[in-house]
């Protein structure tokens, strides 16, 4: 299971990766693919359970993200245990389509111990004005010169949205 903490497209926040080992095997990595669009430039491992401590990696592509958690003392986990591993600094993918996220465990030599395993679909949302709370986008919080003519749909602003 994936579970992002914010589910807006484009935003950075923190992934939950929680999967239960379908095989008994010393892992010594745990490589999660995120799909197109979803990204990091340095996540952060900010907390794990079930799996000893580690490092985690990044590798970025137009196809997605791989992050790779290497066990630095592997032992064996047996069948049945469920692994979470908490990460921050992801940034959304842009695509408001179905996303999931494929989690393969591995020995240290690279052997597959499972998976690959796709989570649970999960939906991104692009928010749009209904979802917007009223008086909440004020002057102080736009900088200066970032709304142009051109960000600005024809006949959607009329007087009576202007303030004096």
Same mark, same amino acid.
């Given at each position: 299971?994936?579970?992002?903490?914010?589910?807006?497209?484009?935003? $950075?926040?923190?992934?939950?990766? +929680?999967?239960?080992?379908?095989?008994?095997?010393?892992?010594?990595?745990?490589?999660?693919?995120? *799909?197109?669009?979803?990204?990091?430039?340095?996540?952060?491992?900010?907390?794990?359970? =079930?799996? *000893?401590?580690?490092?985690?990696?990044?590798?970025?592509?137009?196809?997605?993200?791989?992050?790779?958690?290497?066990?630095? =003392?592997?032992?064996?986990?047996?069948?049945?245990?469920? +692994?979470?591993?908490?990460?921050?600094?992801?940034?959304?993918?842009?695509?408001?389509?179905?996303?999931?996220?494929?989690?393969?465990?591995?020995?240290?030599?690279?052997?597959?111990?499972? *998976?690959?395993?796709?989570?649970?679909?999960?939906?991104?949302?692009?928010?749009?004005?209904?979802?917007?709370?009223?008086?909440?986008?004020?002057?102080? $919080?736009?900088?200066?010169?970032?709304?142009?003519?051109?960000?600005?749909?024809?006949?959607?602003?009329?007087?009576? $949205?202007?303030?004096?």
């Amino acid at each position: 299971m994936a579970v992002p903490a914010n589910d807006i497209v484009n935003i $950075k926040t923190t992934y939950d990766i +929680i999967f239960t080992t379908g095989s008994t095997g010393t892992i010594g990595k745990i490589v999660i693919n995120f *799909g197109p669009g979803t990204g990091a430039i340095s996540p952060e491992l900010i907390e794990r359970s =079930n799996i *000893g401590s580690g490092s985690l990696t990044n590798i970025a592509t137009v196809l997605g993200s791989t992050m790779t958690y290497t066990v630095d =003392n592997p032992v064996s986990v047996v069948a049945g245990t469920t +692994i979470r591993l908490e990460i921050g600094q992801i940034f959304n993918s842009d695509i408001t389509s179905i996303s999931s996220v494929t989690v393969t465990t591995k020995t240290s030599s690279d052997t597959i111990i499972d *998976g690959p395993t796709d989570s649970l679909g999960f939906q991104l949302k692009q928010i749009a004005g209904p979802e917007i709370e009223s008086n909440s986008i004020t002057t102080e $919080k736009i900088a200066s010169s970032t709304i142009t003519d051109s960000d600005i749909k024809p006949q959607t602003v009329t007087g009576n $949205k202007i303030a004096p």
